[in-house]
């Protein structure tokens, strides 16, 4: 994925789905981004973007009363064990606010993210404590004119100060933003993304050192409903395809099917596929994992989940 630093979650994917992507969000790559931006790992994760996230607000989040939790318990269906939890908090307007997790369900969290909002419901600030032992290492802040992001400061080493200026251009279906890494007030890296008139990605390019030249390009495509089914990824810009990867979708009873095929060196020959059966609501009800695209099932895992108000 991208090398530049991305906000921790694809936020987007949190707000537009609400309750059903508390889970669908957590469980599937093709939500759009693990490392959030195109792409996702070879196997089903429970994380689906590289987290990241910004100083003083301007605004406060909404009121803590009447707040929505959802937890999620991931299980490996042969052993009957639960392998990891997690927990993901709302707000009264759905909105992510908080999501803690267990990678080893030992009963300790092992990871916690917060968002804040300002009061026109954008997202202004994003930390994480990757150890969760209550100091923010990472943080992202976001501001805006209008509706419009126009820049984020970041500190991503793990010290007070910020390391990191982003700016946002938008112009129709093409947004873009540029990376000021030293805060010297020059471009380091430059990434310009590409939507067609319904906000799917159509195209990323990422340029490394701003010389003007792509480093990496990534082109998806999607079906009439707006589903992603194909992405192709070219990581050094060689006019070569490095990855690919297809989705399909069926039914299967009172379960709907999402299948991710990937060629992890484009050699036109599948090496991973997983399996997710959805429920109706959009949460993920189990997934299977073929970890050599050899017809079994290596890995078999159940997501149980519960949202309850607070």
Request: glycine share 6%; with cysteine.
């Given at each position: 994925m991208s090398l530049l630093a991305r906000p921790f979650f694809n936020h987007f994917v949190w707000t537009s789905a609400r309750k059903a992507c508390c889970v669908a969000a957590l469980t599937t790559g093709a939500?759009?981004?693990?490392?959030?931006g195109p792409g996702g790992d070879d196997a089903p994760g429970v994380e689906t973007t590289d987290p990241t996230p910004g100083t003083e607000l301007?605004?406060?989040?909404?009121?803590?009363?009447?707040?929505?939790?959802?937890?999620?318990?991931?299980?490996?269906?042969?052993?009957?064990?639960?392998?990891?939890?997690?927990?993901?908090?709302?707000?009264?307007?759905?909105?992510?606010?908080?999501?803690?997790?267990d990678r080893n369900a030992d009963g300790v969290v092992d990871r916690i993210e917060e968002y804040e909002y300002d009061p026109a419901d954008h997202l202004?600030?994003?930390?994480?404590?990757?150890?969760?032992?209550?100091?923010?290492e990472d943080w992202w802040q976001h501001f805006f004119e209008g509706d419009s992001r126009r820049y984020s400061d970041a500190d991503l080493d793990d010290d007070p100060e910020p390391d990191l200026r982003r700016t946002y251009a938008y112009a129709g279906t093409t947004d873009s933003f540029e990376d000021d890494w030293d805060l010297d007030g020059s471009v380091d890296a430059r990434v310009v993304e590409r939507h067609?008139?319904?906000?799917?990605?159509?195209?990323?390019?990422?340029?490394?050192?701003?010389?003007?030249a792509a480093d990496s390009?990534?082109?998806?495509?999607?079906?009439?409903?707006?589903?992603?089914?194909?992405?192709?990824?070219?990581?050094?810009?060689d006019e070569i395809?490095?990855?690919?990867?297809?989705w399909d979708y069926a039914e299967a009873g009172d379960l709907s099917t999402t299948t991710w095929r990937v060629d992890v060196d484009g050699d036109g020959g599948i090496d991973?596929?997983?399996?997710?059966?959805?429920?109706s609501d959009g949460s993920i009800a189990r997934s299977?994992?073929?970890?050599d695209a050899d017809g079994v099932v290596d890995l078999l895992t159940e997501y149980e989940m519960s949202c309850f108000d607070e």
């Open positions: 939500c759009g981004g693990g490392d959030l301007p605004g406060s989040i909404a009121s803590p009363l009447e707040r929505h939790r959802c937890e999620l318990a991931v299980v490996n269906a042969r052993s009957g064990s639960v392998v990891e939890r997690h927990t993901t908090i709302f707000d009264q307007k759905w909105r992510l606010i908080r999501s803690e997790s202004i600030r994003e930390t994480l404590d990757v150890d969760a032992d209550g100091a923010v067609d008139s319904n906000g799917n990605l159509l195209s990323w390019e990422e340029d490394v050192d701003a010389d003007g390009r990534v082109v998806q495509r999607h079906d009439e409903l707006d589903r992603i089914v194909r992405q192709d990824a070219d990581w050094n810009a395809i490095d990855r690919v990867e297809t991973v596929v997983t399996v997710h059966y959805v429920r299977e994992l073929d970890r």
